[in-house]
């Protein structure tokens, strides 16, 4: 990291090293809060939040599901840890939030890492040549982010969201703060959302099936859709 604008050396390793130091003392909190069972899976759901398509809409509803289980075949039962909903939520918030604040402080340091660095330019690239994949937010601006955060788009974490807030032209303390209630509200409605289905599975299986079978339809229907209008505007 060269110190090309004057600014003073701690103040440039402060902003760098502040999200690690604040990542690792949130581990360690959860640590001591979440049971000795659940805390293995929490911290490998949040990792696992980084690797696509995963997104809170799937990490989420897997970390507060658990219970006995029947391995097939073996005939043995296995007991998987649950994590408390709001916990689970606010975890997965946290992940988004110190991303938020590692790209709001090294935005540019962030663009030279090798895999971060080529998506970063993907997304920078899709949102100036697109006329609409983040049109939008702009008009928007600190409400269109939060509500881009928090529906559980592919790709629409703090990552993307960082560099969506910059391309729009939001000022980047707007930007973090858009990013992280966006992060809270979105995961705690999916956690409480999927309990509710959860439960449903427990005293209804058939019902419960029902309901996922509908959201699947449903999605389904809006992926055809978004494919269908993005090959009529190329064929144009």
């Known amino acids: 990291m060269k110190n090309n604008n004057k600014t003073p050396l701690y103040l440039i390793l402060t902003k760098f090293l502040l999200p ?3 990542t690792v003392l949130g581990f360690v909190v959860l640590y001591f809060i979440v049971s000795r069972g659940s805390v293995g899976k929490l911290y490998l759901l949040m990792f696992a939040y980084f690797i696509p398509p995963l997104g809170k809409e799937t ?4 970390g507060i599901s658990g219970g006995e289980l029947t391995i097939p075949l073996l005939n043995q039962y296995v007991v998987v840890p649950s994590i408390n909903p709001l916990v689970m ?8 939030i110190v991303v938020a604040l590692f790209l709001l402080w090294n935005y540019d340091f962030a663009k ?3 895999i971060i660095g080529k998506f970063m330019d993907k997304v920078e690239k899709i ?26 788009f592919q790709g629409s974490g703090g990552l993307v969201g960082s560099i969506v807030g910059r391309l729009i032209g939001m000022k980047p303390w707007n930007t973090f703060f858009a990013i992280s209630l966006g992060a ?4 705690i409605l999916i956690a409480y959302f999927s309990e509710a289905i959860l439960s449903v599975f427990v005293k209804n299986f058939l019902f419960g099936l029902l309901i996922v079978i509908i959201l699947l339809v449903i999605g389904i229907m809006i992926f055809v859709y978004k494919n269908y209008k993005n090959n009529n505007k190329k064929a144009f």
């Open 112 to 114: 030279k890492i090798p």
């Open 20 to 22: 690690f130091i604040i």
């Open 127 to 152: 949102g100036r040549s697109s006329s609409d994949k983040y049109s939008w937010i702009k008009p928007l601006r600190f409400i269109g982010l939060v509500l881009f955060v928090m529906v559980p």
């Open 184 to 187: 809270i509200i979105g995961t």
């Open 59 to 62: 990490i989420i509803p897997i």
């Open 89 to 96: 939520a606010l975890s997965i918030a946290f992940v988004d």
